[in-house]
């Protein structure tokens, strides 16, 4: 019997990342000892401070619904945040508070995109960006990058894949795959190019801004030529290991803001109050308070790094922030390991999850077909074991 789904949800595919996490409990079930390594969640319990919070806020009696677009003093904290950590001036009437970064995402491009626009995604990029340009029925452009070029893409190649459908392009950055930080000279080169086509807005996400080591992010909306028409979405999942709250925030253009209301209004109305007095203590909180988290994330990486450059076909280059490294395993494809034939990542990927009992995702899920996406927000002991499990699998 046939289901009469919609051509909408037909056309959507299903969250790679998602899906392997998924796999992997499956695995779990049916009694397999899986050490996950593919879902982007801090291993981390929520800081004590953000927790009591929350807990205020239930003896405060914050039960109602809350503003769509929420409350004015998280706004004005968020604002806040914005001047000291991003140089960049908003106004209250300038915020969306949402449920989660995601929410934040689908808003903008939802009110901005028409059947047909094409949006611009600097490979490699975050899943959910071409399946909810997908629902728009917009058309996704992917512009390629490379291990060699540490994923990022020149003003060259901006250039070239602008056409007059263009509406949108799409940035991240620290990135989700590849843990790489566009440096403030990378994006004013290639904001050069964007201030020639003033018909494209610019979507900066930057979820993962606090979790960087050497190199400092920078804000696309602090370059004065693109502030008015670039969307800033941040939110307090990663860098506060808040995922379950469910606390996504933009900073845009104040029609884009009201527009994104508007849309809000209509799908979930305002976020989690009790989640919401809780986010206003962690935007206002020096970074300082969870720094313990990200120097612990950055001994992972280095482990991570060495321990894979011990493997041979495994090629690694060192990401600036996130939790996350993009090995480029394409010098598998076309081998038979193990009575296995590798003829691609997610080929590789699933070798690894049956053959080493280690989950990861596919870098085709990131417009990246060469690689596989592996996080390092687990336990030393964990990375340890499924690194050591990855390598005797290949030999």
């Not at 280690?358 to 074991?385: H, K, M, N």
Request: contains cysteine; proline residues 5%; charged residues 20%.
């Amino acid at each position: 019997m046939s289901h009469p789904l919609s051509d909408r949800i037909n056309s959507l595919p299903a969250s790679q990342t998602l899906a392997m996490a998924a796999k992997a409990r499956e695995l779990r079930a049916e009694g397999k000892d899986i050490i996950g390594l593919s879902l982007g969640e801090p291993d981390f319990n929520t800081p004590d401070f953000i927790k009591e919070a929350a807990v205020e806020a239930i003896h405060q009696d914050y039960n109602s619904y809350t503003p769509v677009d929420g409350y004015l003093e998280l706004k004005e904290a968020i604002c806040t945040k914005f001047k000291r950590d991003n140089a960049i001036e908003y106004k209250p009437s300038q915020i969306v508070v949402s449920t989660g970064a995601k929410q934040s995402i689908a808003n903008v491009m939802q009110v901005l995109l028409n059947p047909g626009d094409e949006v611009l995604l600097p490979c490699p990029y975050w899943v959910s960006y071409s399946a909810i340009a997908t629902l728009c029925e917009a058309k996704s452009i992917e512009i390629p990058s490379s291990i060699e070029a540490n994923f990022k893409i020149t003003p060259a190649q901006l250039e070239a894949a602008i056409t007059p459908k263009t509406k949108l392009i799409l940035f991240n950055s620290p990135n989700n795959p590849s843990g790489v930080i566009y440096t403030k000279e990378e994006y004013q080169a290639l904001a050069a190019v964007l201030e020639k086509h003033p018909q494209i807005y610019i979507m900066s996400d930057e979820i993962y801004e606090h979790i960087n080591y050497e190199t400092k992010p920078f804000s696309l909306a602090a370059i004065d030529s693109l502030y008015d028409r670039t969307i800033t979405v941040n939110g307090l999942a990663k860098a506060f290991a808040m995922t379950g709250w469910r606390i996504g925030y933009i900073g845009a253009p104040e029609w884009i803001a009201k527009a994104c209301t508007k849309m809000q209004g209509q799908i979930t109305s305002g976020t989690n109050c009790i989640a919401q007095r809780a986010a206003i203590t962690a935007v206002l909180a020096p970074v300082s308070k969870i720094q313990y988290m990200v120097d612990e994330f950055k001994t992972r990486r280095g482990i991570v790094i060495d321990l894979l450059r011990e493997i041979d076909g495994f090629k690694v280059n060192v990401p600036d922030g996130a939790f996350y490294v993009f090995p480029d395993v394409s010098a598998f494809f076309g081998k038979t390991i193990d009575g296995i034939t590798i003829n691609n990542a997610s080929d590789f990927s699933l070798f690894l999850l049956e053959k080493a009992n280690v989950a990861t995702v596919t870098g085709e899920a990131f417009g990246a077909p060469d690689c596989i996406r592996i996080s390092y927000a687990a336990s030393e002991l964990q990375i340890r074991e499924a690194i050591k499990r990855i390598k005797e699998a290949l030999s």
